[in-house]
């Protein structure tokens, strides 16, 4: 199982940019992919983005397709989000794991990162 550390959320106006960083444990963390998920107050959890262990292939929602980008960089065991022109509705607390396909590969979760877009 990896294990990861979510940092780099904040507040920010809406326009504005952020970029998360997530810090993954273990030899195997390579071989995974990863994404990230986002709950906000009151709603579940859900998807969006993810990217293959070898960087090559990458998967949005829609509804921050254009405006985040999620990258990898292996040898750091970390992957990132991008997060540009920043809306309200993305304000929520921002968590990464492993994944199959666009759902958590795993059940335990880190603690996250809050983002706090103000309009």
């Known amino acids: 199982q990896v294990q990861v550390a979510e940092s780099g959320g904040g507040l920010v106006q809406a326009g504005g940019s952020l970029r998360l960083t997530c810090a993954g444990s273990?030899?195997?963390?390579?071989?995974?992919?990863m994404g990230w998920f986002r709950q906000a107050p009151g709603k579940e959890r859900v998807f969006v983005a993810s990217?293959?262990?070898?960087?090559?292939?990458?998967t949005y929602a829609d509804s921050v397709l254009g405006r985040f980008t999620i990258s990898r960089d292996n040898a750091k065991n970390t992957v990132y989000l991008q997060m540009n022109s920043l809306k309200a509705e993305d304000t929520a607390v921002y968590y990464c794991?492993?994944?199959?396909?666009?759902?958590?590969?795993?059940?335990?979760w880190g603690q996250g990162t809050q983002v706090t877009v103000s309009s």
């Open positions: 794991n492993a994944v199959t396909g666009t759902s958590a590969a795993f059940g335990s």
């Open positions: 273990g030899r195997t963390f390579s071989r995974y992919g």
């Open positions: 990217i293959t262990w070898t960087g090559g292939s990458t």
